[in-house]
């Protein structure tokens, strides 16, 4: 079983649309959970981490489900700059490393 | 304004060739790794350096090799390579490597390897 997986997509929606997505993974035992953008032919950008309670930036919604092993990303009102793959990055324990999935493709169409 | 700069953001290289990739960070960060991505796959982590000394070398074949001369900079040499290697290699870093790996990753522009 892979350590994240991720629905490649692409997810197409319309602008002012609300779009959500998945993340699963693998270790029981992992803390930390982050959600990164990249855009085509670009880095990887942090977009925001995960808490346990759940946290919300601006139009972006992000939720930790542990009994189930997900994450989730969820966004509000979609703009045509949402348009990108969002990466979801999850802490190996006692390994000292970050596991990213393979992306989620989003595309806002006017 | 980008904390971690790397060069060249493209590269084009025959299998004999031997180049370098360079990276630089000016976040005052602890941390530096080189990460390679795929078309479609996951990031794959091939090197970490902690206070310049490498503690993280994940099976990556010997004709790549890392150096970190001080905590801003980090390089990647490249020779011999396949075309399978082609692929984006990114820079990046964090404050520290902590043990609760919280650490927010900060990436450089990458560099777009084609092996020919």
């Known amino acids: 079983r892979k350590e994240v997986e991720q629905d490649p997509g692409p997810f197409n929606v319309p602008e002012g649309a609300t779009v959500a997505f998945n993340c699963t993974y693998s270790n029981s035992a992992s803390q930390s959970f982050f959600w990164y953008r990249q855009d085509c032919r670009k880095e990887p950008k942090l977009l925001m981490s995960?808490?346990?309670s759940g946290n919300e930036d601006g139009r972006f919604t992000a939720q930790l489900n542990r009994a189930s092993q997900y994450i989730s990303l969820l966004i509000r009102d979609s703009k045509l700059s949402d348009s990108a793959t969002y990466l979801c990055?999850?802490?190996?324990?006692?390994?000292?490393?970050?596991?990213f999935g393979a992306g989620t493709t989003v595309t806002v169409r006017a | 304004e980008t904390g971690v700069t790397q060069t060249p953001r493209h590269l084009v290289m025959g299998m004999t060739n031997k180049k370098s990739l360079k990276c630089e960070q000016h976040?005052?960060?602890?941390?530096m790794y080189w990460y390679k991505q795929s078309a479609k796959k996951p990031l794959e982590l091939m090197f970490v350096?902690?206070?310049?000394?490498?503690?993280e070398n994940n099976s990556v074949p010997s004709r790549f090799s890392p150096e970190c001369p001080n905590s801003s900079h980090l390089f990647l040499h490249l020779h011999t390579l396949q075309p399978e290697d082609s692929a984006l290699y990114l820079c990046?870093?964090?404050?520290?490597?902590?043990?609760?790996?919280?650490?927010?990753?900060?990436f450089g522009s990458g560099t777009q390897l084609s092996v020919l």
């Open positions: 990046a870093s964090s404050q520290d490597r902590g043990e609760a790996t919280n650490e927010k990753l900060f």
């Open positions: 976040l005052g960060h602890n941390a």
């Open positions: 995960v808490y346990s």
């Open positions: 990055v999850v802490n190996i324990p006692n390994d000292y490393k970050l596991s």
């Open positions: 350096y902690s206070l310049e000394e490498r503690v």
